[in-house]
């Protein structure tokens, strides 16, 4: 086996066992091929810009059983909205909860091409494990008392007067509304 190909399997059984390291992206994700090449052999969760995705929560009642329901009714919604533009948004749908209770929604990538970071990684021997939006990795590392709460939560990202928020709308844990808002300061979020 020759050294290049053996260092080549070794960075591949490297980047299986690492425990991912996040890392976070924005629109056009031209930070990623560069920590790619500088992190051969590892793991990776991309953490996605609120500026870089498009969010819909459903409306509950609609009949939606599983998350190929949600993907097909996003995908029309997106369109509907955003017309051809929308064929190439990367769309991941997610449910809360079941029954009546239930939640769902879908974010969708929309200042990214998920194929080139997939082949970005590849080519670097980094495994790509998990794609998540920003807001949602924030959510989920706020105190378990927190995040159970009733209530409005904001993430935000950038500086002022490129100011990007999310308003997470919770009821009792469970995600309820997303407003993604471009402001000029946090004082704006409370209209």
Known sequence: MSPS???RLRRQLAARLARPRRVFVTPGGDEFAAWCREHPGTA?????????????????????PDLDAVQAYAQQQFAHYFGGAA??????????????EARA?????????????RHQAEAANVRLHA???AWAAWL???????????GRAV???????????????????????????RVQGLAELGT
Do not use: C, K, Y
């Open 87 to 100: 064929q190439r948004f990367a769309i991941a749908p997610w449910r809360l909860g079941a029954g009546a």
């Open 140 to 150: 989920a590392s706020l105190p378990a008392a927190t995040r159970a709460g009733s």
């Open 44 to 64: 990776v969760e991309l953490v996605v810009s609120a500026r870089a995705l498009h969010e819909l929560v459903v409306e509950p009642g609609l009949p939606l």
């Open 105 to 117: 929604g879908a974010s969708a990538l929309h200042g990214l091409d998920l194929a080139a970071l």
């Open 5 to 7: 190909m053996s260092e």
């Open 131 to 133: 794609v998540r939006p």
């Open 155 to 181: 993430w935000h990202e950038g500086a002022a007067g490129a100011l990007t928020a999310v308003v997470i709308q919770l009821d009792h844990g469970r995600v309820t509304g997303l407003q993604a808002r």
